[in-house]
C-alpha cells in the first residue's frame, strides 16, 4: 500500500495553481502568509514503513546519527561531510533524501521548494521518536527494558504488569527496539523490523554515500 500523507487546506478562497500541491495548507495571519505544512500520518499501521525508512537512513550515516544526538555506534566516519552544519540544516539534508531522493514518496509532488517546510517534518518526527522511547522506557521500567533489551522477552511474566506494557508498545511503537539501539542499546532488533525498514532511498542526491551497510 503506498504511503499516506494529508494535505488539509484551511483555507479554499485561493484556488490551486502552478506551485500549489496538495497536502500543504496555507494559514493566513494578519494578511501574512505563514509557511505551508505538511501532515503526514506517522502513527496509522498503514504508514509504520516510513518511520522504518527514516531511521534507516539516518542509522545508515553516521554524521546524521550524531547530528541528532544519536549514539554513533562502532564505526567511525573517517570523511564527516556535516562539518559546521546546523542541527537543521542536517534535517534539510535528511528531508532531501527522504521525500525527494528515493522512492518512498516517488509521487509525493514535493520539489526542493518544499524543503523549508518538510525540514520541520523531519525535525518534529525525530523528536517524537525520542520522547515516545523515553516515556515507553520510564513503562517497562530497568527489569522489563532490560530483559526485552537482550531477547529475553519469553521471561517476561504472561499478564504481569510488564509484559502487558510491551505487548501495547508493540503494537503502537514497534520501534522501541531500532530507537534503543540509536541511543546506544544492545543491538537487539526482531526480524519484522528489519523487514520493514528496508528501503532504496539514494544518499547520492546530496553527493554522499552510505556509511554503514545494514544487513
Given at each position: 500500500?503506498?504511503p499516506t500523507?494529508?494535505?488539509?487546506?484551511?483555507?479554499?478562497?485561493?484556488?490551486?495553481?502552478?506551485?500549489v500541491?496538495p497536502?500543504?495548507?496555507?494559514?493566513?495571519?494578519?494578511?501574512e502568509t505563514k509557511k505551508?505544512?505538511a501532515?503526514?500520518?506517522?502513527?496509522?499501521?498503514e504508514n509504520?514503513h516510513l518511520?522504518?525508512?527514516?531511521?534507516?537512513l539516518?542509522?545508515?550515516?553516521v554524521?546524521?546519527?550524531?547530528?541528532?544526538?544519536?549514539?554513533?555506534?562502532?564505526f567511525?566516519?573517517?570523511?564527516?561531510t556535516?562539518k559546521?552544519k546546523t542541527?537543521?540544516q542536517?534535517?534539510s539534508?535528511?528531508?532531501e533524501?527522504?521525500?525527494?531522493?528515493?522512492?518512498v514518496?516517488s509521487?509525493g509532488g514535493?520539489?526542493?521548494?518544499?524543503l523549508p517546510?518538510?525540514k520541520?517534518v523531519?525535525?518534529?518526527?525525530?523528536?517524537s521518536?525520542?520522547s515516545?522511547?523515553?516515556?515507553?522506557?520510564?513503562?517497562l521500567g530497568?527489569?522489563g527494558?532490560?530483559l526485552?533489551t537482550?531477547?529475553c522477552?519469553?521471561?517476561?511474566q504472561?499478564g504481569?504488569?510488564?509484559?502487558?506494557?510491551?505487548e501495547?508498545?508493540?503494537?503502537?511503537?514497534p520501534w522501541?527496539l531500532?530507537?534503543?539501539?540509536?541511543?546506544?542499546?544492545s543491538?537487539?532488533s526482531s526480524?519484522?523490523?528489519?523487514?520493514?525498514s528496508?528501503s532504496?532511498?539514494?544518499l547520492?542526491?546530496l553527493?554522499?554515500e552510505?556509511?554503514?551497510?545494514?544487513?
Amino acid at each position: 500500500m503506498p504511503p499516506t500523507s494529508s494535505l488539509k487546506p484551511t483555507s479554499t478562497s485561493r484556488p490551486a495553481g502552478p506551485g500549489v500541491f496538495p497536502g500543504l495548507k496555507d494559514k493566513e495571519n494578519k494578511g501574512e502568509t505563514k509557511k505551508a505544512q505538511a501532515v503526514i500520518h506517522w502513527a496509522k499501521p498503514e504508514n509504520f514503513h516510513l518511520t522504518d525508512s527514516l531511521l534507516t537512513l539516518i542509522e545508515d550515516s553516521v554524521t546524521w546519527k550524531v547530528a541528532l544526538g544519536f549514539d554513533k555506534g562502532p564505526f567511525p566516519n573517517p570523511t564527516p561531510t556535516g562539518k559546521g552544519k546546523t542541527l537543521i540544516q542536517h534535517c534539510s539534508d535528511i528531508a532531501e533524501v527522504f521525500f525527494l531522493g528515493g522512492d518512498v514518496f516517488s509521487d509525493g509532488g514535493y520539489t526542493k521548494d518544499d524543503l523549508p517546510m518538510l525540514k520541520g517534518v523531519i525535525k518534529n518526527r525525530v523528536h517524537s521518536l525520542k520522547s515516545a522511547y523515553t516515556e515507553h522506557r520510564k513503562t517497562l521500567g530497568e527489569t522489563g527494558h532490560g530483559l526485552i533489551t537482550t531477547g529475553c522477552v519469553g521471561e517476561l511474566q504472561e499478564g504481569s504488569n510488564i509484559a502487558n506494557a510491551w505487548e501495547l508498545i508493540e503494537e503502537k511503537f514497534p520501534w522501541y527496539l531500532h530507537l534503543n539501539e540509536l541511543m546506544g542499546g544492545s543491538p537487539v532488533s526482531s526480524r519484522k523490523a528489519i523487514a520493514n525498514s528496508q528501503s532504496n532511498l539514494d544518499l547520492a542526491v546530496l553527493g554522499i554515500e552510505n556509511e554503514v551497510e545494514i544487513l
